[in-house]
């Protein structure tokens, strides 16, 4: 049994690490932190772990002490100074947070106003997006866990960039999330009186997603990718819908395009690409770890179209991370994270 | 007092015409008709209406016989042979279905699949928005009624084609609609288990208002427009949000076109640009006859975006159908249509 | 045009006296304050009276001042003051707080912990409930705003108490309400992701409205009442729905005790009792000033079921406050009221 | 392995099932049915099984052949020809329905209108409320599984009942459900638009599960049993909140009825007695197999008041019948059971 530790477990995200953990067959908790709530119970903030998982909110240094593998779910700036802690211990780092996620030192200043601390660390970090980068992760201990969104896009966007069918130059992703993505933080935005019969955009074309999608592309074309993203705050409690469009440099059906996908992601059990007749809903992966794709085209401008779904806690975050653990640990992909969404 | 006829009060739009008609100053509701519903009482479908107003379902032919002012809300095809009756009794006919939206019948068959079934009818008729065109509304006794993803979209793009600052070539249009958009028939996919906490797309680049925002931006250039439609459906009960994309021409602000809009839309009343600091919400603009507007731009790509929103049932169909009316009968616009949204 | 003011404007309950205001006929307002926002404009809180009313904050003093008619929508325990201030000079003050609806000093020290300051105040003060109060009303120009629970619990039961068929020592009322009735303060229980999907029972038989609810109806017999009142939390924005039960003293049927009813508010033009078929739904009374009654009858156990329905911000809360002030001004008390609530 | 069938699969209940039996560690599903849908795949009726379980749905008989344990989920009256197929095969069978949940005859008669029609079957018949029947459970082939509301009543005031705390003759049972109770058929009152923001009693004080109740506690106590009960229909997916209502016989507090409950369901994996400080939600059992249970008092009145959640797809239904089977196959009953509610 892997000792487990969680950084910033009384956010979403640790929160929900720890739920899908405590399940897990083949690791355990050894202990949790929480720098806002140190000392208290995590069953206080999350009455739903009454009699379940009764613990204490300890110190980082008190997390990684005790632990093998150690989750971080903290703002973006936190995380540098942990994983150098952890790296230099030969334990395992896996950063929910943006902190590893841009290679480029100058793109993180300009998006995250921030230096890199460290920076043999960020040679050293693997962008852990398993579907895409599978082989790379295997070899690392310090994971970059993807941003919710860019799950959505890369995972839907990157075959068809891979094989060159689409002027990257021109991307256009409309998304659309749920509220947890806005985190556990008090805000007025996601006050229920302000967000239910609501809908708007935010941080249109100017959401630190963009150079993180962007880079991610770049790994499979030689030419420009420019993306323009606009995120939308949904009224739901889960998921991440993505409705991305770029213009078909040659004429192609959408069923050879999604053949091609179907093959692509034909041996990965979390991507699921769907038939002709079914769409992604948000209803359909929720509290699972899956991500569901359908490609389109609209013949009249040559415009290919996919939709993508995932749940933000699961792909988006939690799911991933434990994704990646398992590749760390050598252990089945699936384990764990094989939960069904429940259809209502 | 005129007299206000409306066929298909049972359905959605032709209630909310029930609903604001009742407390329209200068008009009196005359007859209510449906076809399913005939004989039955339209508080019994409808329990708001209860002690306000209980009245029951009369043919078509009392309804046209009874009013001087005729609202027909029904599905596409039925319009055609009730807008010759009432045209030839020289009574107002304003249609908030599709059949008198497309100018072209080549278009109409290739969408709807039916024919012009009286041709002179169709040179009669007006595209109602009256932002765009209230002096035609203004001479003509037969409206077509847009629809609620074109108001939405053509609202947020005419000034920016009209001043011919986007390439109309590669428009897209990313909307997401209430419940109500899809009708009171009961149906599988506005289940609440189903929708509720879901989100998905839908007749995706295949959607009837396509060639009907083209028509209308095509009214404001002399070049190409071919607009790619997707449209999502929204866990909420009503309102619509468009958010589009197009390429700018040439490298111009975001401040400029907004005042450019603002300058564009400064004498109407229903239009709200919105300055830099807001964004539309449809939870700032349900239960009104807004449409509130935001002009944005991904710099980085050259691509303008606009987001708009506004109350499906109201700017996107029965609250512009009276609007229309008003401008027909010679009353002030707002009469009837000034409620302020409710902020929760 | 009588000049209004509006104390606290910042708060639900303000922001609302300020949407339907501003639509009323036969006032204007003056002026408006807010403790927190002073200096700051209504339209940046609330967007939705973007182009509508935009209009700063003042303070109280100023409001005042400029006011003929004032309203106050603050937490318990600041109204004597201003009520104090208002009086003395000849103007209407009605208070949508807690500070004048208790009538014994004991009991609201018990329940708030605080004095009354004014002594005379209270006994002049009137407890504003138009449709079993009305005459007092009228004569009065210090008027206490019910709360939000009491209305709909009152308007179901005092009729039966009035007539004598009820054991009012073992009344049960349980009650459910959206969450603008939590108020604009950020808090955890509101936030969208832990209400949304939720539904909570909260200060179980603890409440502050249950003197409230047991002193208004004390007023109709000579018996002791005692209420053991529930609030729950729902996950919608507006409503109230209360079930209360009571054992009847003697059999009756549900249908005389409706006709009963009927005959009892068959004036009141707010009071909805419905027929037997239907039955009171929160979504049947939203954004309408109306309380929807319905009679049930548990034979088998001798126990008397009400069913009450209203909006927590228009019967319960601003729109009450508006019909009082027809009143006390002598105008119809349906002006500026008579919102028809939309079915979706 | 035990082979596993399920009959009436296409409904909310039968689909749960196979969701939660697929994860099942110790059986497998052998076949599954549906009248409506036989023929077709149960991923084209919820897509969540897409690529996880692609299945056909099989007659009834092919299903009862096919396997050692029978689940039924049908309307009443469906299950008593089927039960008598499968007990004289010598298999399980695991009734979700109401057919054999009624141990008198002409009670059955009088809320279902319908006969027994193998007498002998509902001698042998067991109610499958583990936490209050588990030995008898443990003896039959046959279990009665409760219904969502009674369960949720009955664990919160068997205890009570049991100690002769309360009066049974005045109790009352308010509760709450989510939509899924009202199952898969399309209905009016579950389509999104009429359901979300709104929410109302039905079936006052005549709902089938108020004889359900009464049978159990009459089981706990020689007294008269009646319950008054109401249910309500609330704006989420899933949850049942009952609050209950029961006059003490003699002055306690909660903390001494809590203590008793804490100790009378202590061994109790899945029901939660909580502390003083927390309530029940259903947001905190969504998805789960726990019914959370809190005691209140209300002192002024001599009122007992639990509060009880659980999730009626779970605890209410499918969850309840695979902790039945569990007992039945003599496994560890949270076998395939100890799903974590996510928080969010």
């Given amino acids: 049994m892997k000792k487990i530790g969680i950084i910033g477990a009384s956010g979403y995200a640790g929160a929900e690490l720890c739920r899908l953990l405590l399940r897990h067959p ?7 932190s929480s720098k ?10 999350y009455p739903v772990f009454q009699q379940v998982f009764e613990r ?15 989750f971080a779910a903290l703002p973006h700036g936190l995380s540098q100074e942990l994983a150098y802690d952890v790296i230099r211990q030969g334990k395992i780092f896996i950063d929910l947070g943006a902190d590893f996620r841009l290679e480029d030192e100058t793109e993180y200043q300009a998006w995250y106003g921030l230096p890199f601390t460290h920076k043999d660390l960020h040679f050293h970090a693997v962008y852990g997006l398993p579907e895409l980068f599978r082989e790379q992760i295997r070899e690392t201990t310090l994971v970059a866990n993807p941003g919710c969104y860019t799950t959505c896009v890369q995972l839907a966007l990157a075959p068809a960039v891979a094989a060159g069918l689409i002027d990257t130059s021109h991307i256009i992703a409309d998304c659309k999330s749920g ?8 805000s007025k935005i996601t006050q229920f009186m302000e967000l ?29 990718v ?7 705050l949904l009224p739901v409690n889960r998921g991440i819908l993505a409705t991305c469009y770029a213009p078909l440099k040659k004429k192609m059906t959408a069923a050879a395009i999604r053949a ?23 209803g359909n992966v929720r509290y699972s770890n899956f991500c569901d794709i359908s490609i389109y085209m609209d013949e009249r401008t040559g415009t290919l179209i996919t ?23 050598g252990l089945p992909e699936r384990t764990g994270l094989d939960m069904i969404p429940p259809a209502f």
């Fill in 196 to 224: 239910n019969e609501g809908m708007h955009a935010y941080k249109v074309a100017n959401h630190r997603h963009t150079p993180e999608i962007e880079q991610t592309l770049r790994a499979f074309t030689k030419e420009d």
């Fill in 307 to 329: 939709v993508s779904a995932l749940d933000n806690m699961l792909k988006g975050a939690a799911g991933q991370a434990i994704q990646n653990m398992n590749i760390l640990l």
């Fill in 36 to 45: 806002s709530f140190v000392g208290e119970s995590i069953e206080d903030l």
């Fill in 260 to 282: 091609m996908y179907a093959e692509r992601y034909g041996d990965e059990y979390f991507v699921r690409v769907l038939g002709e007749q079914h769409t992604p809903n948000i």
């Fill in 226 to 232: 420019h993306v323009t993203f606009v995120p939308h």
């Fill in 179 to 186: 509220a947890t993505g806005a985190g556990r933080t008090l």
């Fill in 56 to 70: 204490t909110f300890e110190t980082e240094a008190a997390v990684i002490e005790a632990s093998d593998v150690i």
């Fill in 26 to 32: 083949d690791v355990e908790i050894a202990a949790v």
